[in-house]
């Protein structure tokens, strides 16, 4: 599995886009990049998933460069409750197995 | 949610007790996960099964012993608990074909003392 690397904290005030970029230099041919998003007292929640280009959902934006060994997860216009542990992973998600490897994630804080 | 749930969701017990943990779901995921996530470690995966009697060890498995008799239910025991297994656990599951996308279930915090 791919080391991941991703700052430890980011702050950011209400309204504003923030861009989380994840590090993962020894990315595979087969492996996805896959983002997390945990909470206080809850379990992570699974964000997006991509493996080039740009992934978009209803929570996020996932930006993948043609190299693939960095990815960067996009947050339009956070709000406080947005304030929580980002993950990156990155991995095949066709191993069954369940071989998550999850880092320290990056924690956010968004301020009013 | 993937209609998880864990009892109990708060334990505490003394050292060299038995503790069983249990994880219920309703919707027949075949593949389910036990993690525990501790300050500095983040989530480190102990044990998974993909069926009904087949299971396999994680990273961080010494300890701790599965079992699963039935699709809903994974059950995580400790046989002898230690002070160093106080840690918060969650279980979860992934959707079929896709190992990366998992739910987690609402964690149980168990304080061995």
């Known amino acids: 599995l791919a080391k991941t690397t991703q700052p430890i904290s980011m702050d950011s005030y209400e309204g504003q886009e923030v861009n989380i970029t994840c590090s993962h230099n020894?990315?595979?041919?087969?492996?996805?990049i896959t983002w997390y998003q945990q909470f206080p007292s809850q379990g992570p929640r699974f964000i997006i998933q991509?493996?080039?280009t740009k992934v978009t959902n209803e929570v996020a934006s996932l930006f993948i460069p043609a190299d693939r060994k960095s990815s960067t997860l996009s947050l339009p216009r956070v709000s406080l409750s947005d304030t929580a542990v980002y993950y990156c992973l990155v991995g095949s998600p066709y191993n069954q197995g369940g071989k998550l490897i999850f880092g320290q994630g990056t924690e956010l804080s968004v301020k009013p | 949610d993937a209609g998880i749930t864990q009892s109990p969701r708060h334990k505490v017990t003394e050292t060299g007790t038995p503790v069983t943990l249990r994880c219920h779901q309703t919707?027949?995921?075949?593949?389910m996960y036990w993690y525990r996530q501790d300050p500095g470690h983040g989530l480190r995966l102990i044990h998974y099964?993909?069926?009904?009697?087949?299971?396999d060890k994680g990273e961080v498995s010494d300890g701790y012993s599965v079992s699963r008799s039935k699709t809903e239910d994974f059950l995580l025991t400790l046989e002898s608990a230690t002070s160093s297994q106080t840690s918060v656990y969650f279980c979860?599951?992934?959707?079929?074909?896709?190992?990366?996308?998992?739910?987690f279930g609402p964690g149980t915090r168990l304080t061995v003392t």
């Open positions: 991509g493996y080039k």
């Open positions: 979860a599951i992934s959707l079929e074909g896709s190992s990366y996308e998992q739910y």
């Open positions: 020894n990315i595979a041919t087969n492996d996805y």
């Open positions: 919707e027949n995921h075949r593949y």
């Open positions: 099964s993909y069926g009904v009697k087949d299971t």
